[in-house]
């Protein structure tokens, strides 16, 4: 097998794509929850709201220590959200703390999402909490709930929960607490690619070779390239162990046994790199440097 070593290259090739097989989903759903649209009543038993019914306010018309209400309450009162510039004219109001049925907004994920919300400490000299729990029951005493977002009730603050995964969230107050939005947004899916096959994938005159679970990119070197210091092949996505790879060019390549670049250029050269235990069709996507 006639080989030659060399050293680099100064300009830019792109040698070739593989167009791998892949799926994308449409673009992902909002909903949001917004005081404005909500009556301005007392809210005392489990109601849906927001867009399509998608979050629900679960309270009661129960005394709590024979102050407040398990309640919400639906005013007026003028903020402008921070973050989606929503001029509000209504908020929700939590009366004080929550407990496993009363004074909660829960709501299910089916996909990842961001979640923003906008809301602000009843009490303009104490700063609280919105807490939640995904999958779990909300308790102040029992559980140990996840701080969403702390406020202090001198003016409308936002917060912004990213990448939450799927499941039913409860999200609850360590006492009184008014909410004016919050909207929730799919992640739009990522395209997903099918594993590359088996055998000998040609693009123009380059190629990609695959055996069992590992993958030969292989890409054609024009002899002026050759007169430079270096070649380096870039992939797509993702770095690699350099102990999966070669420095060398070759005129033939074996693979198994048999010569695969005897279905290309036999004028050009070739440089080869094994990517060891990965048949990622991303990794079709390349460029020799």
Do not use: C, H, W
């Amino acid at each position: 097998m006639k080989k030659q070593l060399f050293k680099a290259l100064a300009a830019t090739a792109i040698v070739g794509t593989v167009m791998a097989m892949s799926s994308v989903v449409a673009s992902a759903a909002v909903y949001t929850l917004n005081a404005n649209d909500l009556t301005a009543v007392e809210i005392t038993s489990k109601t849906t709201v927001g867009t399509d019914g998608f979050f629900t306010l679960l309270a009661t018309d129960a005394q709590k220590d024979n102050k407040n209400s398990q309640n919400f309450t639906v005013d007026s009162n003028k903020k402008t959200g921070p973050i989606t510039g929503t001029n509000y004219t209504q908020r929700l109001k939590s009366n004080g703390g929550s407990g496993a049925d009363y004074r909660l907004i829960q709501f299910t994920l089916e996909k990842k999402s961001d979640i923003v919300i906008e809301g602000m400490s009843a009490k303009s000299s104490e700063t609280r909490n919105l807490l939640y729990v995904k999958d779990g029951e909300f308790s102040l005493e029992g559980n140990v709930a996840t701080n969403a977002f702390s406020a202090a009730g001198d003016k409308l603050y936002g917060t912004t929960l990213k990448d939450m995964e799927p499941g039913t969230y409860s999200f609850g107050f360590d006492n009184g607490f008014n909410i004016y939005g919050i909207v929730v947004t799919e992640k739009e899916a990522t395209e997903e690619s099918e594993p590359l096959k088996d055998g000998f994938t040609s693009v123009g005159d380059s190629a990609v070779y695959v055996v069992g679970e590992d993958t030969y990119i292989i890409a054609a070197v024009d002899e002026a390239l050759m007169e430079n210091d270096e070649v380096e092949i870039k992939l797509s996505e993702g770095s690699f162990d350099p102990a999966a790879t070669t420095d060398t060019v070759y005129q033939s390549v074996m693979i198994n046994g048999e010569d695969v670049v005897n279905q290309l250029d036999p004028t050009k050269y070739y440089y080869a790199i094994k990517v060891t235990g990965s048949k990622d069709a991303r990794l079709a996507n390349f460029t020799v440097e």
